[in-house]
């Protein structure tokens, strides 16, 4: 009896090892839309390899027939993934040069996929792409500044800002809030596949006569994003850049904002919020800067690029009370909602700080999903 059960134990375990590491290949099969960069490599970069857009081990092989190929093993799971010509400046686009949602694939089973990418972003100049997209910001919003100087990095980013609808006929003073990846936040010319309608959503919110913000919108360094939105180094992106561009924002930025625009300076007015790195800069900036920021919006925060996040927040949450908001979707790869889950509770652990949690089982990692809850956010984090 003894041995029977022994054997049963060693099939069990056989078994869950079959069922939890089975691997299924999928094949991509790629045309390009002209001959014009047939010399160049391609490659895939998805939740599967960090998003690491050069990857060497990801490049695809082309064929006498100008189909590029490339096989991977997989476990099953649901992935995103998108095309490149080696970095995410020479990514792919729509024919008209605009940038196209993550690629979905939900992998159980070996699979042949055959794709036509449309265009690459570097053969479409950004004036000729804005003027091809309907502009959809509000009159509320600006542009501030073209080229505001950032001196902790030594280089300039355009500034965004929404004013309140009664701003200029009011001598009120209002909360700020500061978000990342600016050129997504209000206007669909400038996105890169698809607005928040932050303008519109603080727009209808007056009319009802709730509480209004001013918003800051930073556009990210397109090649620099990787590196300013991460205090670490992250495979070959470089040194991380976090810590100046919290800095920047807490040191220069907020600063600027509350000399020239009236303002409420304290914490319970003032926040922060963004997307992907994005969400990991703003738990970051958070950490760093308890003090400052009374509610931060954490949207599918890039955990996984952060190799001391868990160590930071060990050290420093037990100085945070800050209203958090954190957010994922249930197909933005495996390992976000797990990610995400851990860091709540290590924060839960060793602080006092409201935690709010959203996840929607069917939401991909885009604008749109981000969009969707932004209002979620706005009602618990700022209202």
Not at 26 to 42: A, G, R
Not at 262 to 267: F, G, H, I, S, V
Request: hydrophobic fraction near 35%.
């Amino acid at each position: 009896m003894q041995k029977l059960k022994k054997h049963l134990f060693v099939a069990l375990l056989l078994f869950v090892s079959t069922v939890s590491f089975a691997q299924y290949k999928v094949t991509f099969l790629v045309k390009q839309p002209s001959l014009l960069h047939s010399m160049d490599h391609l490659f895939v970069a998805g939740n599967f390899n960090m998003w690491n857009p050069g990857d060497s081990s990801y490049q695809l092989k082309p064929d006498a027939s100008g189909i590029s190929k490339i096989t991977l093993s997989l476990p099953a799971g649901n992935y995103e993934y998108k095309f490149t010509r080696g970095n995410w400046q020479k990514g792919e686009t729509d024919t008209a040069g605009r940038g196209t949602a993550n690629r979905n694939l939900r992998l159980n089973s070996d699979t042949m996929i055959h794709i036509d990418i449309l265009g690459w972003a570097d053969d479409f100049k950004s004036n000729q792409v804005a003027a091809e997209r309907n502009h959809s910001a509000s009159k509320n919003v600006k542009i501030m500044d073209t080229a505001f100087f950032i001196p902790q990095l030594k280089r300039s980013r355009r500034i965004w800002l929404y004013l309140p609808p009664d701003y200029a006929t009011s001598k009120k003073r209002y909360g700020v809030l500061y978000m990342h990846d600016g050129q997504n936040l209000f206007d669909n010319a400038t996105s890169y596949s698809g607005e928040w309608r932050v303008d519109e959503y603080l727009d209808s919110i007056f009319r009802k006569g709730k509480k209004e913000v001013i918003v800051v919108g930073i556009d990210n360094g397109l090649a620099k994003r990787m590196s300013e939105y991460n205090p670490w180094e992250f495979q070959n992106f470089g040194k991380g850049e976090g810590d100046q561009y919290v800095d920047f924002l807490v040191k220069t930025l907020k600063p600027y904002i509350d000399k020239h625009y009236r303002t409420l300076k304290d914490k319970p007015n003032t926040f922060i919020a963004g997307s992907s790195m994005g969400g990991l800069i703003s738990l970051y900036a958070v950490l760093k800067y308890p003090q400052v920021y009374g509610g931060a919006g954490i949207f599918s925060p890039a955990f996984w690029t952060a190799s001391g996040i868990d160590s930071t927040v060990i050290a420093d949450a037990k100085k945070v009370n800050t209203k958090l908001f954190f957010y994922a979707g249930g197909k933005e790869g495996d390992s976000m909602v797990p990610d995400m889950k851990r860091i709540e509770k290590e924060i839960k652990e060793r602080s006092s700080s409201p935690i709010r949690e959203k996840i929607d089982e069917d939401a991909h990692h885009n604008e749109a999903a981000w969009r969707k809850y932004f209002p979620d956010f706005y009602e618990w984090t700022v209202e």
